[in-house]
C-alpha cells in the first residue's frame, strides 16, 4: 500500500517513521500530504530518536503552520503530491 491509497483522517506515523502522513483541504480537495521527519526536527522541536508518539505531538503543535504551508502548494500546483521538507520552512 502506498500512501496515496488512503486518505485518513487521522495524521499518522509512516515510513518507519521518516515521515508523518495528514491530510489537507483547500477548495473543496482534499490530499494526502506529509512531512518529513527532518522537517519536524529543525523547524517543530522533535529531538532526534523522538518515538512515534513524540512524532505526532510535534506534528500536532505545529500543525496550523504545517498544513497552511501543505495548502499554499496545493493552490500553486494542483493535483501535485505535496511532500514538506525542511526547506519548506526556512
Not at 477548495?27 to 505526532?56: G, K, T, V, Y
Not at 500553486?76 to 505535496?82: L, N, R
Request: hydrophobic letters at 45%; a positive charge.
Amino acid at each position: 500500500m502506498t500512501m496515496d491509497d488512503v486518505l485518513t483522517a487521522e495524521p499518522c506515523v509512516y515510513s518507519e517513521g521518516k515521515m508523518v502522513v495528514f491530510v489537507a483541504s483547500v477548495r473543496n480537495h482534499s490530499m494526502q500530504c506529509s512531512i518529513a521527519r527532518a522537517a519536524l526536527e529543525q523547524h517543530f522541536w522533535l529531538p532526534p530518536n523522538a518515538d512515534n508518539r513524540r512524532m505526532l505531538k510535534a506534528f500536532a503543535d505545529g500543525k496550523s503552520r504545517i498544513v497552511a504551508v501543505a495548502e499554499r502548494r496545493m493552490l500553486k500546483a494542483p493535483g501535485t503530491p505535496i511532500a514538506l521538507t525542511a526547506a519548506d520552512f526556512c
